[in-house]
C-alpha cells in the first residue's frame, strides 16, 4: 500500500505535554506531508518534508524522516486543547501514482 | 485567496436521485483530487486529474460515479442513481503538482 500508517490510533495527554506520533510507509517517497483534520472539517497542511530532508520544524511542530526505514514522526511540543484533531501522514510516491492517500490517522485528545 | 470552495455544504437526497457535487480549485493550481470520507472506511481518494485530464480514478467505487473537469477552475463529480451507502463526506482538493494538497470544506451528504 502506498499510504502511511500512523501509530498509535490514539493518544491523550495533558495540556502542556507533548505529543508524538508516528508514520510508517512502503514505497519511495519524493516527499511525506502531515495534516490535521478538525472534526467536521476538512484537512488542514501542517508540514511537508521532502526525502531528502531528516528534519524540519514549523513553530510548535517537528518532523522528521528516515527513509531507510521508511518512516516520519511529527512532535507537537507544548500541546493545547486546540491541538485535539486527527493527524495523518500522507508519503508522496517518487514515481507512479502521484496522488496523496491517507491512513486512519491518530487522534490526539488534550486535556486542558 | 478564498481556498478550495465546495458546493452544496450539505446535501440531502432520497435514494434513485442523482447528485451533483462541485468544487472550484485554488487558482493556478494543476492537480485535483476528490476524496471520501466515512467513519468505517476512512479517507479514500476516488479520482485525480492533472491539468484538467483524469490520471487516475481507481478508486471511484462503481460506475455510478463519474467526474469531470472541463476547465482549471471547476470539476464536478456526479452520483447517479445514489444510494444510501454513498452518504459520507465528500472533500475536493488541489495542488500543484507533488505539493501540498489544500482541501475545501466538504460536502456532507445523506442519502435516504
Known amino acids: 500500500s502506498q499510504q502511511g500508517e500512523e501509530d498509535p490510533q490514539a493518544l491523550s495527554i495533558q495540556e502542556g505535554e507533548n505529543a508524538t506520533m508516528n508514520c510508517s510507509y512502503k514505497t519511495s517517497i519524493n516527499n511525506l506531508q502531515w495534516y490535521r483534520q478538525n472534526s467536521g472539517r476538512g484537512l488542514v497542511h501542517l508540514i511537508l518534508i521532502r526525502s531528502n530532508e531528516r528534519e524540519k520544524h514549523s513553530g510548535r511542530l517537528r518532523v522528521t524522516l528516515d527513509t531507510s526505514k521508511k518512516s516520519s514522526s511529527l512532535l507537537i511540543t507544548a500541546s493545547r486543547a486546540a491541538d485535539t484533531a486527527s493527524y495523518f501522514c500522507?508519503?508522496?510516491?517518487?514515481?507512479?501514482?502521484?496522488?496523496?492517500?491517507f491512513g486512519s490517522g491518530t487522534r490526539l485528545q488534550v486535556q486542558p | 485567496d478564498a481556498g478550495v470552495i465546495q458546493s452544496p455544504r450539505h446535501e440531502v437526497t432520497e435514494m434513485g436521485q442523482e447528485v451533483t457535487l462541485r468544487c472550484k480549485p485554488i487558482s493556478g493550481h494543476n492537480s485535483l483530487f476528490w476524496y471520501r470520507q466515512t467513519m468505517m472506511r476512512g479517507l479514500e481518494l476516488l479520482i485525480y486529474f492533472n491539468n484538467n485530464v483524469p490520471i487516475d480514478d481507481s478508486g471511484m467505487p462503481e460506475d455510478r460515479f463519474s467526474a469531470k473537469m472541463p476547465n482549471a477552475s471547476f470539476s464536478t463529480l456526479k452520483i447517479q442513481p445514489s444510494e444510501p451507502r454513498d452518504s459520507a463526506v465528500y472533500f475536493c482538493?488541489?495542488?500543484?503538482?507533488?505539493?501540498?494538497?489544500?482541501f475545501g470544506p466538504g460536502t456532507r451528504l445523506l442519502v435516504l
Open positions: 500522507a508519503p508522496l510516491m517518487d514515481t507512479g501514482r502521484r496522488a496523496l492517500t
Open positions: 482538493a488541489s495542488s500543484l503538482t507533488l505539493g501540498t494538497q489544500y
